[in-house]
């Protein structure tokens, strides 16, 4: 475990890490410099989170995922293993990411303008998204919402809807499927 790694160009004692109390942090988890951390904040094996990162209480990240820095998570906020957020992503208390999905940033990644039109997506409050679903740059994910497994999603989803495919297509509302919330 590594805690306070500097980044290119940075000291180590430039800009503080805080971690709050009761953390869990195992085996190969390197944390960069400058990043807020809550309270309970667990990690699995192999996780990465970069600088200047703004993490809530209650908060755990799977095996093998990659926090890039700038990103913003909420309390009691889930990433299962393999989750990779970039720079520039928010993700709102209580979100639920399953294994293997992946937030993008980069709409033109080749363009020499990529690094400065970087913007990630927002994942209100409460969504939850499925195992292997892609997110593109930019797009919002309305509270309560559900992103099916595998789907790619081009475009915003509205709050406490379900959206399924590639691309990901609205099914209906949250509501309407066969389970208790």
Known sequence: MIVGEASRGREPHELQSRIGGSALIRSH????????????????????????????DDVSIGSGSIVEHHVMIGN??????????????????????????VLTNAKYPKSKHAKDTLEGPRIEAGAKIGAN????????????????????????????????????????????LPYED
Request: glycine fraction near 14%; hydrophobic fraction near 40%.
């Open 29 to 56: 988890t390197v944390i960069y410099h400058g990043s807020q951390i809550g309270s309970r904040f667990e990690t699995g094996h192999w996780v990465l989170v970069r600088e200047e990162c703004k993490i809530g």
């Open 133 to 176: 679903a892609t997110l593109l740059p930019g797009v919002h994910i309305g509270r309560n919402s559900l992103v099916g497994a595998g789907a790619v999603v081009t475009r915003s989803v509205p709050a406490g809807m379900v959206v399924v495919g590639n691309p990901a297509r609205v099914k209906g509302p949250i509501s309407e």
């Open 76 to 101: 009691g906020v889930r990433l299962h293993s393999n989750v990779f957020v970039p720079e520039y992503s928010v993700l709102e208390d209580g979100c639920w990411l399953g294994p293997n999905v």
